[in-house]
């Protein structure tokens, strides 16, 4: 039982180990410079040598004014492109299982003006690069990852997905800035919902649509369309419904969404629900201008929520605590007969209410 156990977790472990684009990481972060100066960034899930969030804060660590950056990893994995290990580049040899730890104060710049791909890699070759090894196997949950936790302003990461909710979490135990990347169907997960209805998490500015390209281990099975090898020989695949969350503001997160369409007058493109006094919206874009009671939108409506533009009232349930209905009329079968009447359950609604 036990080692069915083990070979559980290491098969959910290679599945969450997707390593971030580093355009992704700079479309999201160009939202955000000027809230990064004199903190300390920790990126805790992330090996120094394959992780581009590691990558951009050592290219951009005197851009950005940073205090000190951290990047703790769990367990251990092989340099990308190389034959060693990070065994090879320690002063002491580090067990099979544990993790390891970089966590530098400054980022020299041979230049004078920017910091190169030489300096990331001379940096992290040198001696004096303020690596080393950790006692445990670098999951953020240990006692020793949490020390550095606390050390931290702000962690930016890529948490594995099947941990997001325990993740989150922490960082809210912690009392803890962040930017992460997660699935957006952990908007509807019972621990993250009642955050972004209190305005304490919310969506990033980049990513409001479509797939990201993640970078994967090379021996990561490619067996789908969505899977490829790019010009460099990586292996990658492209996930839909991904979403940065954080409780950094941002600009973009206050500006109005315009309203064009009218209830009055079109009250049968707006069908009530049967559970809860409120209208169905199926596309953001059709919220109507002139309606200041409850409305039911989708979860992606959080791509473009203004909290000084709207309230959000709650989830998914109606007044009989079950999914929110409405009723139209249409020759379907419904409840094992047929019926001039259907019942439709939209998928996950939010509601909302503008604000006077």
Request: aromatic content about 12%.
């Amino acid at each position: 039982m036990a080692k069915n156990a083990g070979l559980q977790a290491a098969n959910k472990a290679k599945k969450d180990e997707f390593y971030t684009a580093y355009e992704d990481i700079q479309l999201e972060m160009n939202h955000y410079e000027d809230k990064f100066k004199n903190k300390t960034v920790l990126c805790n899930c992330d090996d120094p040598f394959e992780s581009n969030f590691c990558k951009f804060f050592l290219r951009n660590f005197n851009y950005l004014g940073l205090k000190r950056l951290i990047c703790t990893s769990y367990r251990t994995s092989p340099i990308v492109g190389a034959q060693m290990t990070i065994y090879d580049l320690l002063d002491e040899p580090v067990q099979r299982g544990n993790g390891y730890v970089m966590d530098i104060t400054e980022v020299p710049m041979s230049n004078g003006r920017g910091v190169s791909d030489d300096d990331i890699d001379k940096l992290l070759k040198s001696k004096k690069r303020g690596v080393g090894k950790l006692a445990g196997d670098g999951d953020f949950r240990s006692d020793e990852c949490l020390e550095y936790l606390k050390l931290a302003d702000i962690v930016v990461t890529n948490p594995p997905f099947s941990l997001f909710r325990e993740f989150v979490a922490t960082l809210v135990e912690y009392n803890k800035q962040f930017l992460i990347i997660g699935n957006v169907n952990a908007i509807t997960y019972k621990e993250i919902f009642p955050l972004i209805k209190d305005n304490k998490l919310w969506l990033g500015a980049s990513i409001h649509s479509g797939d990201r390209k993640f970078y994967v281990p090379d021996d990561y099975p490619l067996n789908a369309a969505t899977c490829g090898v790019d010009d460099d020989g990586r292996k990658f695949i492209r996930v839909k419904g991904v979403r940065w969350f954080t409780n950094i503001d941002y600009a973009m997160r206050h500006e109005e969404l315009d309203l064009y369409r009218r209830y009055y007058g079109h009250e049968d493109e707006y069908p009530k629900y049967d559970n809860y006094d409120a209208i169905n919206v199926d596309k953001t874009s059709d919220i109507p201008c002139d309606y200041f009671e409850d409305i039911g939108v989708p979860i992606t409506f959080l791509d473009k929520y203004n909290p000084e533009q709207f309230d959000i009232i709650k989830f998914r349930k109606g007044n009989d605590d079950k999914d929110l209905t409405y009723t139209v009329e249409g020759d379907t079968i419904a409840t094992d007969r047929q019926t001039d009447r259907q019942r439709i359950t939209p998928y996950f609604r939010i509601i909302i209410r503008r604000k006077l």
